[in-house]
């Protein structure tokens, strides 16, 4: 369930996403784990709904559409009017 903190051991993560105490955002994709680029539609679908889900149960957004809705039009903004350029490189 959401806002329980708990240790978890993640042995083959395919994403891992986290703020560094600067602000900025740090991901970390294991692109092995992709069979096709389709796969990343679906997994941002569902991170969308997990998201909105959160946002919804902590009392951040007054319900999940709302929510929802919110995360869809800065997706938009975003796409459109990039805030930033994802740097980086693969790893092994």
């Known amino acids: 369930m959401f806002g329980r903190k708990k240790t978890v051991k993640l042995d083959n993560p395919l994403l891992v996403a986290f703020f ?3 602000g900025s955002l740090n991901v ?3 692109p092995d784990q992709l069979q096709e680029p389709g796969w990343a539609g679906i997994i941002l ?3 969308e709904s997990h998201f909105a889900n959160a946002l919804a149960y ?3 957004s007054s ?3 709302s929510a929802l809705a919110d995360i869809r039009a800065m ?3 975003e796409i459109e009017n990039p805030t ?3 740097t980086g490189q693969i790893e092994n």
Do not use: C
Request: proline share 5%; no cysteine.
């Open 20 to 22: 560094e105490e600067d």
């Open 58 to 60: 902590s009392g951040k």
């Open 84 to 86: 930033d350029t994802p």
């Open 45 to 47: 679908a569902d991170l």
């Open 63 to 65: 319900s999940v559409e």
């Open 75 to 77: 997706y938009q903004a």
């Open 28 to 30: 970390r994709i294991d």
